[in-house]
């Protein structure tokens, strides 16, 4: 039995249905019965739990072959990121008492950065679980494909605003059907220790080729337009953000290149075009 986090999300429900798929028994980590009953008619074990109460986790942990863990993502933390601290406080109990038999995490790019920034909370979180006793493999994702869902209503307009520059330089990006799918992988993989996988796309992307490809999509011309970097704080303020200098830092660290890949990663075979083109028909 592999138990799943965030299995209703786009990363969990691919792991899900690649298990699926490969004939394995999933349970699905919701948090309330009602978010499982779609997966409890696809056959699905269904365990309700909570990021904040350890018990719940433990017990929706317990007896499985391996578990997939994900971090609910927080674009606009406290200085000092007390949240995801009583998170990984949380986590880490649980999986103690639960000791399933191995544990694969979602991470990200840059992770092991020192400079800090928004995805130094997910370094922090390898560094807590990576002291377990339970072999653990961190799955360092690059830049979600999907994250272009935002970018879908300025392209029907024409222009799209990228905080990604020079508009010219290649961003390793990823669809999260490779992440889900790589992630299943690992966890039917016999592992001993701490592991670490970085995964991108089969090409890495510039912010112009994403406005040519919705141009294609769309049938009409797009563009992008750098935002002046000055001109962030206050932006990320005016949308309503209490500490926007993590964020900025992270962008920075995309376009001045000290947020990269560790060592050599895996590639993926979604490509951007795949993505765009659901994103366009959905919304």
Do not use: Y
Request: with cysteine; hydrophobic share 45%.
């Amino acid at each position: 039995m592999f138990a799943i986090m965030g299995i209703t999300g786009q990363v969990g429900g691919a792991a899900a249905r690649t298990l699926l798929a490969a004939r394995q028994p999933v349970r699905a980590i919701v948090r309330d019965a009602e978010k499982g009953a779609a997966w409890a008619a696809r056959g699905c074990e269904v365990a309700v739990a909570t990021i904040d109460d350890a018990a719940s986790l433990a017990a929706a942990f317990q007896g499985s072959e391996g578990v997939f863990v994900l971090i609910p993502p927080n674009f606009d933390p406290t200085p000092g990121f007390p949240e995801v601290q009583a998170i990984i406080s949380t986590l880490r109990t649980a999986l103690e008492t639960a000791k399933p038999a191995k544990v694969v995490c979602l991470s990200t790019i840059g992770a092991q950065a020192t400079q800090e920034n928004l995805l130094s909370q997910l370094g922090s979180v390898e560094r807590a679980l990576g002291s377990l006793s339970i072999p653990i493999t961190f799955l360092r994702a690059g830049w979600f494909m999907e994250n272009s869902l935002w970018d879908v209503a300025a392209a029907r307009e024409g222009v799209i605003p990228s905080f990604l520059q020079p508009l010219d330089k290649p961003v390793p990006m990823v669809a999260t059907a490779d992440v889900g799918r790589v992630a299943a992988e690992l966890l039917m993989e016999t592992r001993t220790g701490r592991h670490v996988v970085e995964l991108e796309g089969p090409l890495r992307v510039t912010p112009d080729e994403i406005a040519t490809t919705f141009a294609s999509i769309l049938g009409r011309p797009v563009r992008m337009e750098a935002v002046p970097r000055e001109t962030w704080i206050d932006l990320f303020t005016a949308q309503g953000m209490k500490n926007p200098t993590p964020r900025t830092r992270m962008l920075d660290g995309f376009n001045e290149g000290w947020i990269e890949f560790e060592n050599t990663s895996v590639k993926g075979t979604v490509a951007l075009d795949t993505v765009l083109r659901e994103l366009v028909a959905r919304s």
